[in-house]
């Protein structure tokens, strides 16, 4: 019997892997004009820390104790020989909750507001901190690829099955109009409201309008 569940979460936890790289690599390359780009590229950090946390849950509920008891000593040994690595990274302690208050839920935990400052989370702060935390991640995938190398070619095969059909192209013929009916719309709240604001809104141009 194909082992579904661990397909799903070798899937998963390369996904997030491929991802944290992508966003690294677009950072490397720009280090020559970091400030330029500084905006975006702390953004993308914070990408990396979401992807970092998405890889850990997955790594511990869905790998450790969602896949088949017929891989359950495969799993117990990747999970053994990756823990010093799981570790360090652990030492930022607050990683997953400046992914939930900070990214997931912007500024707000529980409905409270919460200071958007970095420095009040124990998390990677600097270019260098950010790299250290892609290679540790890369090393626990470097582990999983180790064990299951022939599964991920599998997993990637049966994913590949999963793609739905694709969906027809929409309909945008009626886009341009709508949105003015929109804007007339509220121009008319504003008016009930004595409101001066004035809404401006796109339209866009299509290939068969050319």
């Not at 677009?26 to 500084?38: A, D, F, H, P």
């Not at 990396?48 to 104790?65: A, D, P, Q, R």
């Not at 190398?149 to 990637?156: D, F, G, P, S, V």
């Amino acid at each position: 019997m194909k082992p579904i569940k661990l397909y799903e979460a070798l899937f998963i936890l390369h996904k997030c892997n491929q991802t944290i790289n992508r966003l690294w690599i677009l950072i490397e390359n720009s280090q020559g004009r970091i400030k330029e780009v500084e905006d975006f590229a702390v953004l993308f950090t914070y990408y990396i820390k979401m992807e970092t946390v998405s890889f850990l849950e997955e790594f511990n509920k869905g790998f450790y104790h969602g896949t088949e008891k017929q891989c359950k000593q495969r799993v117990d040994d990747v999970r053994k020989t990756t823990a010093p690595i799981i570790k360090r990274i652990n030492k930022w302690k607050d990683l997953e909750r400046f992914r939930n208050n900070i990214i997931a839920h912007p500024w707000r935990h529980k409905s409270q507001f919460v200071v958007p400052d970095q420095n009040n989370y124990n998390i990677p702060r600097n270019w260098f901190e950010i790299g250290v935390l892609v290679n540790l991640n890369n090393y626990v995938w470097a582990m999983l690829q180790a064990e299951f190398e022939l599964e991920l070619k599998e997993a990637m095969v049966y994913m590949a099955t999963k793609i739905p059909p694709k969906r027809p192209l929409s309909d945008y013929s009626q886009l341009n109009q709508d949105h003015l009916q929109m804007a007339d719309e509220v121009e008319e709240v504003c008016k009930q409201l004595n409101k001066k604001y004035f809404l401006k809104v796109v339209q866009y141009s299509f290939p068969e309008d050319e």
